[in-house]
């Protein structure tokens, strides 16, 4: 059966879902806009929806590849992806191997220093309370995720950041940070989103220049092309 496009889901600050005529499959457009600061800084970087959408597609298929279960189907074109409809579990899952950003801030470090031991954060997905940091208590009163489920993610975040780390190592890149989040399939916890630029902070493995977002966050220029230097590692 040929996939038909049927009504926009949902609207985020960086793609769309769209329901299909499959049930159980959505498919994601990975839209330009950029924004940061909870919605305060808003543009646009050139072609980041087919960078994100083709970078995503590769770590996803390699995840799976790992034994790591996720949302990711098929390519469906340049700036479009189809994958398993799943219902989001409301939780930023941060996993961070080295300081930065709000880490730096929140805990006087200084940006760079390597953490002894990866350190995983939980945030409650929530663009009006600019999502806050939680930790297993809150998620268990909010009714987020029960403790199994917790521990489900923790694992599974800690498993995919080992699969990164060593992936993104032989590409000369540094994983510093990056956010996950997760959905229930079938009752299964799966990884949904993506996994991008946007979402991952990413560094030169020798001169540390910044190749993500925080070029965009920080005015630092040359974002089109960190995006795209960062793909072109990946694809080759
Ligand atoms: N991150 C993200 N979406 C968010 C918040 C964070 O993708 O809403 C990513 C971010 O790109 C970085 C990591 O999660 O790779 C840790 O982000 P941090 O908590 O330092 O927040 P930020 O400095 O981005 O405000």
Known sequence: ????????????????????????????????DATAFNGEKKGSIGEK?????????????????????????SLLNEREMVVKAVKIIPLEVIIRNVVAGSMAKRLGLEEGSPLKTPVLEFCYKNDELGDPL????????????????IQQLKQMALNINKVLQQFFFNKELRLIDFKLEFGLFEDRIILADEISPDTCRLWDLTTNEKLDKDRFRRDLGNVEEAYKEVLNRIMN
Do not use: C, P, R
Not at 19 to 25: A, C, H, K
Not at 50 to 73: D, P, R, T, W
């Open 49 to 73: 929806g087919v960078v994100n959408n083709k970078m995503s597609a590769i770590l996803f298929q390699l995840l799976s590849e790992k034994g790591i279960e996720n949302h990711y189907i």
């Open 134 to 149: 939680i930790n297993d208590d809150h998620i268990m009163a909010l009714q987020l995720a029960d403790l199994t489920q």
């Open 1 to 32: 059966m040929e996939l038909v496009k049927l009504d926009m889901l949902y609207e985020g600050k960086a793609k769309k879902i769209y329901t299909t005529n499959i049930t159980n499959q959505f498919i994601v457009t990975y839209k330009d």
